[in-house]
C-alpha cells in the first residue's frame, strides 16, 4: 500500500504550470518525488516557479506558447532533447474571456479554443511517443486534462467559449482515451473555484458566497488539487481512463 499512491521517480510535465492550478499540481508532484518541468508563455514566471520548486525537488522550467501547433511541437521536441520517456503529462495551460453576448466576436474565441482545446490536442499527440516510452504494463503513462466545472453546469457568468472549451476538453479526454489505450490512460480533473490569478476577480467579488453556497463550504486548497492530481498518476488510478473527476466541493451536484 505505501507504493500504491507513489509517483516518485516519475517525470511529469505540467503546462501552465507557473500559477494557479497549474502551479499547485507542479508543486505536489515535486514533494511527492516526481521530476518536473513546468511550462509557461512567460519564461521568467516559469523559472522563478522551477527555481523556487527546486529547494524541495527537481523542477526543471521549459517555456512555451502552446496557442499554436509549432509551439506545442517545439515544447515536445524540447522535452526528448531532455528525455527519452515521459510517465505524466498534465494539460493545465489555459484562457478565459467573459463579456456580455451581444460583444462576445471571434477574438474571443480564437484566443480561448486555440489554448484549451488545440494546444491540449496538439501537445498530447506530439508527446505520445514519449509517453509511450514511459509506459509499462502493470502502469500507463498518465495524461490528466484540466477541464472545469463550467463544462458540467452552466456558468453564471457569461463566459461563453470558456465553458464550450472545457466541455470539449472533457469529451477530447474521454476521445482520447480510448485511443491511447491500453499504454496511456487519459482522464481529467474538473476544478471549482481555487485561488488563481484567472480567479481572483470572481473570488474577489463573490468568493465568500460561492464558499457559503457549496456543498463543502469552503473554496479549493492547494493540497485538494495536488492529492487529486498525484492519484490520477499513481499506480491507484492505472485502471482509470475517460473520467472526469469535479474537484469542486460537490458545486457541479447543484442543479
Known amino acids: 500500500m505505501s507504493n500504491l499512491f507513489s509517483i516518485s521517480g516519475k517525470t511529469a510535465l505540467v503546462t501552465g504550470g507557473s500559477r494557479g492550478i497549474g502551479r499547485m499540481i507542479a508543486t505536489g508532484y515535486v514533494q511527492a518525488g516526481a521530476k518536473v518541468y513546468v511550462s509557461s508563455r512567460k519564461a521568467e514566471a516559469c523559472d522563478q516557479v522551477a527555481a523556487e520548486l527546486s529547494a524541495v525537488g527537481q523542477c526543471i522550467s521549459l517555456p512555451a506558447d502552446l496557442s499554436t501547433e509549432d509551439g506545442c511541437r517545439q515544447l515536445a521536441a524540447a522535452i526528448g532533447q531532455a528525455e527519452d520517456r515521459l510517465h505524466i503529462l498534465v494539460n493545465n495551460a489555459g484562457n478565459t474571456w467573459g463579456m ?46 484540466i477541464g472545469s466545472i463550467d463544462g458540467i453546469h452552466v456558468p453564471v457568468l ?35 473555484p481555487f485561488e488563481s490569478k484567472m480567479m481572483a476577480a470572481t473570488l474577489g467579488a463573490f468568493g465568500e458566497q460561492i464558499a457559503a453556497s457549496a456543498p463543502m463550504r469552503r473554496i479549493g486548497r492547494p493540497d485538494d488539487m495536488a492529492g487529486a492530481a498525484i492519484f490520477l498518476a499513481s499506480r491507484a488510478a492505472s485502471y482509470m481512463t475517460g473520467a472526469i473527476i469535479p474537484v469542486d466541493g460537490g458545486i457541479a451536484t447543484i442543479g
Open 100 to 145: 456580455p453576448l451581444e460583444q462576445f466576436d471571434d477574438a474571443a474565441w480564437d484566443r480561448v479554443l486555440s489554448l484549451n482545446v488545440k494546444g491540449v490536442f496538439h501537445t498530447t499527440k506530439f508527446l505520445v511517443p514519449l509517453l509511450e516510452a514511459g509506459a509499462t504494463e502493470d502502469d500507463p503513462a498518465r495524461v490528466v486534462n
Open 158 to 192: 457569461e463566459t461563453y467559449s470558456y465553458s464550450a472549451s472545457k466541455a470539449a476538453v472533457h469529451q477530447l479526454t474521454r476521445h482520447l482515451a480510448r485511443k491511447l489505450a491500453p499504454r496511456i490512460t487519459v482522464n481529467a480533473i474538473a476544478p471549482g
